[in-house]
């Protein structure tokens, strides 16, 4: 050994190394190491000791369970003889023995040669196949598939790899917050066993002592005994009181974003009896009882992600999604590629929580998404492709309407702008904020959708397909906008289709044909592994040989072994179906009060309308030319019989009508049409953070009907202002009762219009729908052609809104007895429905908003298709 090197014993189970400087020693669960453990709270490669040139260093290499030093949770530090180094857990994890070796050994290299077990031999990665021509096979794929899934089974039978350790390449290395540096040691295993995990048995961020019959309130207001610093807990939020018998109650104090026993949610102002087993939620925070202290762990955001056989299987047996998984250390960047077909959006669904697979789990920190998704969704970010905010609003505005839809309802406002102005510093947009969103760029309207997710300070952040239609340089603005949400302290997954930038990522998810995983690992590795120089000739050969097992190439080779085989899980649970809380427990509770949500629902759907210049226009516009129209009619007799002694009937009468209602009919169907459809991706998201349904609904139909009622009564005054009326009415003045019947025609087209949107896949196929629907409307009327009387027909025609409404006008204006009847020799035989009585037009106005309602409840039913399943009743 060099002049001046400090020697170096290590001891570990009766076994010593002597530890020679001109090396580095990898420490960890892999057999191919040199110090192996045997104990599962030790990553696969979980650390490596080495000489620095000026004293000995340990590196934990990302670990999931930490490295520690004297108590304190390390990444890299100096140790010498005496050091007390433990893997795993601080206080009883393995333990690493330092010692200074024995002076005969000192300087002797027969010494340290004895001391330090002969290496095993390094098993050579698989040679990569050779580079094939574009669409076909690399060589020897057949058979380097059955050898290495031959010496992948025999793995299997040797050892049994637990399921929440990741092996993380030395460039990964994790951020510990500096309040888990300085904790004092705790008992990361206390409570109850079986007890779930808490953040992967982290250290926890701090403890607070528990007295008997002390009550600890907690919250976000100062006077709380614990104050939780986090906008997503209420100021008032919930409470510990412990017990004479050793418990402890927990009572809910009205929380709107709730408080969760085991992941489940407690219902409002519920009191609860907990006990060290119970682990609680409040916000992004999560307590643990351990003797009388409450140990709290909070989401800083330096969180692991996996998961483990995911398996979809749609109707008929089908599987769109086949035994993925996968595990990512925290901080990290993970892109998604693969050909169309290959399950990367059900993958997306099923990561999410949105639509939970059919077998397997996902693992949030070693926590089941699944049976615990009220809780966790709140650290989860969704951007779907389409954007997922209102274009015609600025970004601050959209920004605002999201916070407050978002956020307890006792937030104040300047606790909600205060975040929206970090966001967007964050995210370098504070320059924009008063632009509209339209009129951006695509990149920069991609960092908006970003920070409309960064308000609640997500630990995960999805994106589906962000860098779609962006050119080059913006789709690599996006790239590095997401490396830097990595870095920061979050998880990034996305899906997409350019792979121009795919340096940016750590790991790489290529999906084949077919829903299975064909490689996980570093992007730089992805080609060679592939034997192919480009992803091009990669997709072709995916669509020319869909049948190959790409899956299981990939399982049999040493990429698996160094980057996925610890996230499989084990195969007999996977086999299992999911096994999921009720609907009801899966709900996440709304942030908002539902008269809150409706109005703030209300207020930007009028600032989206206002700031629409041309919509506004348009909305005064057509009633006033539809009303124009039923001007050009001539009525010498307007809409009274003619009194010249002869003739008594008006056949002008139901046509002035005619046109009126159909008018209405068809201003109001055309407000809605667009309205759902439009949103349906902005809905989507709002519903899975807590939006309520009905009350997104019933904003559409109150602000709605305000326009169509307004509309309503453009074309009434214009179409009986120069019309001749009847001296007197029903029940009001007749213009009064004849406005009425059409704004109500008016407000069911509307609510009619909104079962086409809601009905629809693509704003494209409204506008025939409007069409068919207002021509079908004519025909049914009882003008045209004799619509009672005939059996089927009349039946139908009750259906239609128009039939409703012709009639409701026909009983101001006796039209039954002012047209001329159908049948000339029984002039006696009139449409039941155009009876002159104050009860016949009550009934007909009746119905008319009863087909309204039942369209409502239409709406409401078409709606819930577009909600995350885990969100439907």
């Known amino acids: 050994m060099g002049h001046g090197v400090r020697e170096l014993v290590l001891e570990l189970n009766g076994k010593t190394w002597t530890l020679d400087p001109s090396r580095s020693y990898a420490l960890g669960r892999d057999p191919q190491g040199d110090v192996v453990f045997e104990d599962a709270r030790v990553s696969w490669r979980h650390a490596s000791i080495s000489w620095s040139g000026r004293g000995w260093v340990i590196e934990d290499h990302g670990s999931t369970n930490g490295t520690y030093v004297e108590g304190h949770r390390i990444q890299q530090t100096e140790i010498t003889a005496g050091s007390a180094v433990r893997l795993g857990n601080a206080t009883d994890g393995p333990r690493l023995g330092l010692s200074a070796p ?17 290496q095993p031999a390094q098993v050579a990665p698989a040679p990569y196949p050779a580079a094939a021509p574009q669409g076909q096979p690399p060589q020897g794929w057949p058979q380097q598939h059955q050898h290495q899934q031959h010496q992948h089974q025999q793995q299997q039978h040797q050892q049994h790899i637990p399921n929440n350790q990741h092996p993380v390449p030395q460039h990964q290395q994790p951020h510990v917050p500096p309040q888990q540096l300085h904790a004092p040691p705790q008992q990361a295993h206390g409570g109850a066993a079986g007890a779930p995990p808490v953040y992967g048995d982290r250290s926890p961020t701090t403890f607070h002592q528990l007295a008997l019959g002390r009550v600890m309130r907690i919250g976000r207001a100062l006077e709380n005994e614990l104050v939780v610093a986090d906008l997503q807990v209420s100021r008032h939020h919930a409470e510990f009181t412990a017990t004479p018998d050793g418990r402890f109650q927990l009572r809910d104090l009205g929380s709107h974003n709730g408080t969760y026993v085991n992941g489940q949610p407690m219902a409002k102002s519920q009191t609860v009896v907990i006990g060290p ?12 009882i351990v003797g009388d202290r409450l140990e709290e762990f909070v989401d800083t955001g330096e969180v692991t992600f996996s998961a483990r056989n995911l398996t979809v299987t749609v109707d008929g047996g089908k599987q769109i999604l086949r035994d993925v998984s996968f595990g990512v250390p925290e901080k990290s960047l993970i892109g998604v590629i693969g050909p169309s077909g290959s399950g990367k959006s059900t993958l997306l669904k099923a990561l999410t929580g949105y639509r939970p697979a059919n077998q397997g789990d996902v693992l949030y920190d070693g926590r089941s998404l699944y049976k615990q998704f009220a809780e966790l969704r709140q650290r989860i970010g969704l951007v779907p492709q389409d954007d997922i905010l209102h274009k015609e609003l600025t970004v601050l505005k959209a920004l605002r309407y999201a916070a407050k839809l978002r956020f307890p309802g006792d937030t104040a406002a300047a606790e909600r702008e205060a975040r929206i102005e970090e966001v967007l510093r964050e995210l370098k947009l504070d320059i924009h904020k008063d632009k509209k969103v339209t009129s951006l760029s695509g990149g920069q309207r991609k960092r908006v959708s970003v920070a409309l997710e960064l308000l609640t300070k997500p630990s995960l952040i999805f994106l589906d397909e962000p860098t779609s239609g962006l050119d080059p340089g913006m789709d690599r603005d996006v790239m590095l906008l997401l490396r830097g949400l990595a870095d920061d302290g979050r998880t990034v997954l996305v899906v997409t289709h350019s792979v121009a930038e795919l340096n940016q990522c750590d790991k790489l998810l290529v999906m084949a044909p077919g829903g299975a995983v064909a490689y996980f690992g570093p992007p730089g590795e992805a080609l060679n592994f592939f034997g192919y120089g480009t992803w091009a000739d990669v997709f072709s050969a995916f669509e020319n040989y869909r049948d190959y097992d790409w899956a299981g190439r990939w399982r049999g080779s040493q990429h698996y072994q160094m980057y996925a085989a610890d996230a499989g899980g084990d195969p007999v649970d996977a086999a299992q179906p999911v096994s999921l809380p009720s609907r009801q427990q899966m709900r996440p509770p709304k942030p908002q009060s539902w008269v809150a949500q409706l109005f703030t629902l209300m207020r930007r759907y009028l ?6 210049k041309g919509f506004m226009a348009l909305m005064v516009i057509l009633p006033a030319v539809l009303g124009l129209v039923s001007v050009v009619i001539p009525a010498e007799y307007g809409l009274v019989a003619p009194d010249d002694g002869k003739a008594q009937f008006n056949s002008d009468a139901g046509t002035i009508m005619l046109i009126l209602t159909i008018g209405m009919c068809f201003s109001g169907a055309a407000n809605s049409v667009r309205e759902l459809i439009k949103e349906r ?22 602000v709605l009907g305000l326009i169509t009622a307004l509309q309503g009564a453009i074309i009434c005054g214009i179409g009986f202002a120069t019309r001749e009326l009847p001296a007197d009415g029903l029940l009001m003045p007749p213009a009064v009762e004849l406005c009425l019947v059409v704004i109500a025609l008016g407000f069911t087209s509307m609510m009619f219009g909104l079962v086409i949107s809601a009905l629809v896949k693509t704003a494209e196929k409204t506008m025939p729908l409007l069409v068919m629907f207002a021509i079908v409307q004519i025909v049914f009327t009882g003008i045209l052609f004799k619509v009672y009387s005939s059996p089927g027909l009349e039946q139908f025609a009750y259906l239609m809104p128009s039939r409703w409404a012709i009639a409701g006008t026909a009983n101001t204006l006796d039209l039954g007895r002012l047209m001329p009847p159908w049948d000339r020799q029984n002039p006696g035989d009139l449409d039941p429905l155009w009876e002159a009585t104050t009860g016949q037009w009550a009934m007909n106005v009746g119905v008319l908003l009863a087909i309204g309602v039942v369209c409502g409840v239409v709406v409401a039913r078409l709606l819930r298709r577009h909600e995350p399943e885990v969100m439907r009743k």
């Open 102 to 118: 024995p002076a005969s050994a000192v300087g002797s290299p027969a010494a340290a040669q004895e001391s330090v077990p002969a």
């Open 277 to 288: 087993g119970d682990i609680v939620g409040v916000g992004h925070s999560t307590f643990r």
């Open 681 to 702: 991706v902005i809905y989507e998201r709002e519903r899975a953070t807590g939006l309520s349904r009905s009350a997104y609904l019933m904003s559409k139909v109150v």
């Open 607 to 612: 600032a989206v309308i206002r700031s629409d």
